[in-house]
C-alpha cells in the first residue's frame, strides 16, 4: 500500500487541517423545502428528488409549514431550535461512543438549507456553532438560494470557525439541467460558485453521474468545468430511482435506463485522475437499502460499491 498515493478525501484534509478527527453531523429541519418544490421556481422537484407531489404519506409526515425568504416571522423556530438540538445531541453521543472525543462540523443537510428568512438562517446556524466541540458548519443548498447577504454572513463566521457551503451542481449541461426539471441554469450555478469562491468561502459541489441523456463524456466535462471554478471539494453520487419522484415514471415506462456500475467506477476513477492537488473528495458514491429503491440494484449495497471502487483507485495507484 505505500506506494499508493491518498486521495485527498475530507477526513484527511480536517486531520492535516486541525490534527484530530472531525465528524459531520448531519442535521434534517421540518419546514424547510425548495424553490423547485414549492412553485416558486418549478413545480414537482428535481425529477430524482422524493417529494409531496408525488406521495400522500410524505405529506402526512411532513409539516404544513414551510420555510421561504418572504414569510415575515416563523412561528416554528423555537421548535426547529430544539429538534436541531436533540438530532445534534444523539448524533455526537452515537459518535462519542463508536469512536470517542472528536471535534464535529453540523452539516445541514436535507432540502435548500438557505431558502429560509435570514434571521431564521442566523437562530439556526448561531446555535449550531454553540454546541460544545462544534467547530464550524456546512450548508447544503442551490445557487439560487443564495444571497450576497447570507454570503457576506458565512464569511464573517468563518473568521473563526470552518465554514462550508455545498452546492448542487448535478451537471453543467443545460438541456440536462432542463431533463431532470432542475429549476436552475449552468450560468446561474458558475456565478454564485465564483461568488462564493471570491468571497473567501469554502465550496463543495455535489455531481450526479447516470443522469438522463448523458454519456461518459458529458460527465466528465462537467467534472472538469467543477474543477475549473477552483472548487475545494467534491461529492460524487450515482443516479438511482426511488419511489414517489417524476423518474419513477420515466424509468417505469422504459425512458430511462440507470448507469452501471461499471460505467459509475470508471467514471469516478477517471475523475479523480484528473483531479488537482488540494481538491478534497466527501463522497465518492451513494446508496440505499430499502424498499423504496427501484434501481439499480447495485445502489443497494454501499459496502460492496467502496470495495469495488477502492479495487478499481488500486490499480491506478490511488489509496481511497
Not at 416563523?74 to 445534534?88: A, V
Not at 428568512?117 to 447544503?140: C, H, M, Q, R, W
Not at 461568488?195 to 458529458?218: A, D, F, T, W
Amino acid at each position: 500500500m505505500s506506494d499508493l498515493k491518498d486521495v485527498l478525501t475530507i477526513g484527511r484534509y480536517f486531520k492535516d487541517k486541525f490534527g484530530h478527527k472531525v465528524y459531520k453531523v448531519p442535521i434534517s429541519i421540518s419546514g424547510f423545502t425548495c424553490p423547485n418544490i414549492d412553485g416558486t421556481v418549478a413545480k414537482g422537484g428535481c425529477s430524482f428528488c422524493e417529494n409531496d407531489s408525488f406521495s400522500p404519506n410524505l405529506q402526512e409526515r411532513r409539516p404544513k409549514f414551510k420555510l421561504n425568504p418572504n414569510i415575515n416571522e416563523n412561528p416554528y423556530l423555537d421548535n426547529q431550535l430544539k429538534q436541531l438540538e436533540m438530532q445534534f445531541i444523539a448524533t455526537r453521543d452515537r459518535l462519542q461512543n463508536k469512536f470517542g472525543v472528536g471535534k464535529f462540523i453540523v452539516y445541514f443537510q436535507s432540502f435548500t438549507n438557505t431558502y429560509a428568512p435570514f434571521s431564521t438562517l442566523k437562530a439556526l446556524y448561531e446555535k449550531a456553532l454553540s454546541f460544545d466541540n462544534v467547530i464550524g458548519l456546512s450548508i447544503g443548498t442551490r445557487t439560487d438560494c443564495v444571497t450576497d447577504e447570507i454570503l457576506d454572513y458565512l464569511v464573517d463566521l468563518s473568521k473563526d470557525k470552518e465554514i462550508w457551503i455545498e452546492y448542487g451542481i448535478q451537471s453543467f449541461y443545460d438541456e440536462t439541467l432542463d431533463t431532470i426539471n432542475r429549476g436552475d441554469s449552468a450560468e446561474n450555478m458558475r456565478y454564485w460558485i465564483k461568488r462564493s469562491k471570491e468571497k473567501g468561502l469554502n465550496v463543495c459541489g455535489h455531481l450526479i453521474y447516470g443522469l438522463p441523456g448523458e454519456n461518459q463524456e458529458m460527465m466528465l466535462e462537467t467534472f472538469k468545468q467543477t474543477v475549473e471554478l477552483d472548487v475545494d471539494s467534491i461529492k460524487f453520487h450515482p443516479l438511482y430511482v426511488v419511489k414517489n419522484t417524476l423518474l419513477t415514471n420515466e424509468y417505469r415506462k422504459g425512458r430511462f435506463t440507470p448507469i452501471t456500475e461499471e460505467l459509475y467506477i470508471d467514471t469516478v476513477v477517471k475523475s479523480i485522475k484528473d483531479l488537482p492537488e488540494g481538491i478534497s473528495i466527501q463522497r465518492i458514491t451513494a446508496g440505499i437499502d430499502d424498499d423504496t429503491l427501484l434501481s439499480p440494484n447495485w445502489c443497494r449495497d454501499k459496502h460492496t460499491q467502496m470495495k469495488n471502487i477502492r479495487l478499481a483507485l488500486e490499480k491506478e495507484g490511488f489509496n481511497y
